[in-house]
């Protein structure tokens, strides 16, 4: 066991005396991680959607501010005339809106739609002015029937009634499939699945090329060391330099990108450690079944990126055909990219993701397998 964490730590000293591994393992990873998540964010959950719409409020009466307050509450982004540039819609409520309201006098709000908006944002924004004309009516109503008329009423007064709890509540909740991906919630996952897969093959099979071609492996055969250890010290090796860059990513992910990991920090560790494991084995096969490093440094990239794009860390596996689906199946980068949405975008627990982890398991015993069979010095 000595023998074989030797060589593993040996070999991550190796990997870091290179100048261009830190660039591969934190700098293009991030990069990409960056300027993903602008291009794949969404425009969130669909049950959550907030249109902006822009207010121009000529009332200094305090009818004027509750009504802004809750038109915010039904879900409206409220911005200033000055932001109307990125609103759906224009929304003017007149000088005398307080006045008349509390005379028992129609008063009248104007909207118009902003050219070139959505016209689905407009539909939502009426129906939330809707409930929130529906919503002030009847804190106004309620507030008279305990106060007295509505000209004596005052803020105080109506905000004291709002502020009882209501004896009915309605919970609504989007009740479709799971929402697709997007973001940072997207981009951290599918790099992190496509940077350590393309890392560990290129950096596992050259450094075994390397090394058989500097007769390093065969002096190490000379040592009292079997084969297996071999093999398993240098995927050793490749672990802690996948360690080494899933605690930088993810770390720059939650407190840099904001990216909601939560409680399932360590589920997420545990699936990104087994998946670092499967690379590693996969690496450590290629090395030992080509022998020159250009050859295995193509190979690796190659295999590398079409896992990446079939297995779902390019795009959203939600949106391809069926058939990309299930050659997902078939990769180890789409169980991974499986157990890493079901954790961080769908809030799912260590329990959802051990068919996904068992699968992987799977992969790195056959890869673990085939690189002990065909090791050669």
Not at 14 to 34: E, K
Not at 226 to 251: C, D, E, H, R
Not at 353 to 375: D, E, H, K, M, S
Request: proline share 5%.
């Amino acid at each position: 066991m000595k023998n074989l964490l030797t060589i593993g730590h040996n070999d991550l000293r190796i990997f870091f005396r290179n100048r261009t591994a830190g660039i591969w393992l934190f700098i293009v990873p991030l990069a990409f991680i960056y300027f993903m998540g602008f291009a794949a964010r969404g425009p969130g959950a669909p049950e959550n959607h907030r249109p902006t719409v822009a207010i121009e409020n000529l009332d200094t009466n305090f009818l004027g501010r509750i009504f802004l307050e809750e038109l915010g509450a039904q879900g409206l982004k409220v911005v200033s005339p000055t932001n109307a540039g990125t609103s759906a819609q224009v929304l003017r409520i007149p000088a005398d809106f307080t006045t008349r309201v509390l005379q028992g006098k129609p008063a009248k709000i104007d909207f118009a739609q902003r050219r070139g908006s959505a016209e689905t944002d407009g539909a939502l924004i009426e129906l939330r002015l809707l409930r929130s004309l529906v919503a002030i009516n009847s804190h106004l109503i309620e507030a008279i029937s305990t106060h007295g008329p509505a000209s004596a009423l005052d803020e105080n007064s109506l905000r004291a009634r709002m502020r009882v709890a209501d004896r009915v509540t309605f919970n609504a909740h989007f009740a479709g499939r799971k929402p697709v991906p997007s973001g940072f919630n997207f981009s951290l996952p599918g790099n992190l699945v496509m940077y350590l897969m393309m890392n560990l093959l290129i950096f596992g099979g050259n450094l075994l090329a390397a090394e058989r071609r500097n007769g390093v492996l065969k002096r190490l055969a000379c040592h009292p060391l079997s084969q297996w250890q071999i093999v398993m010290g240098k995927i050793y090796g490749l672990m802690l330099l996948a360690a080494v860059q899933i605690a930088f990513l993810l770390a720059v992910g939650r407190l840099v990108l904001h990216v909601n990991l939560g409680a399932n920090l360590p589920a997420v560790a545990l699936t990104l450690g087994v998946y670092a494991w499967v690379a590693g084995s996969l690496g450590v096969l290629i090395g030992s079944l080509v022998s020159t490093e250009d050859r295995i440094t193509g190979i690796c990239v190659l295999a590398s990126l079409m896992m990446a794009a079939l297995g779902g860390c390019w795009w959203p596996l939600e949106i391809s055909p069926t058939v990309c689906q299930t050659i997902a199946l078939c990769l180890p980068s789409g169980w991974a990219m499986q157990a890493l949405h079901q954790l961080i975008s769908f809030g799912g627990g260590l329990e959802d993701v051990l068919l996904p982890l068992a699968v992987l398991l799977g992969f790195g015993t056959v890869f673990n397998f085939l690189a002990i069979r065909f090791f050669r010095p």
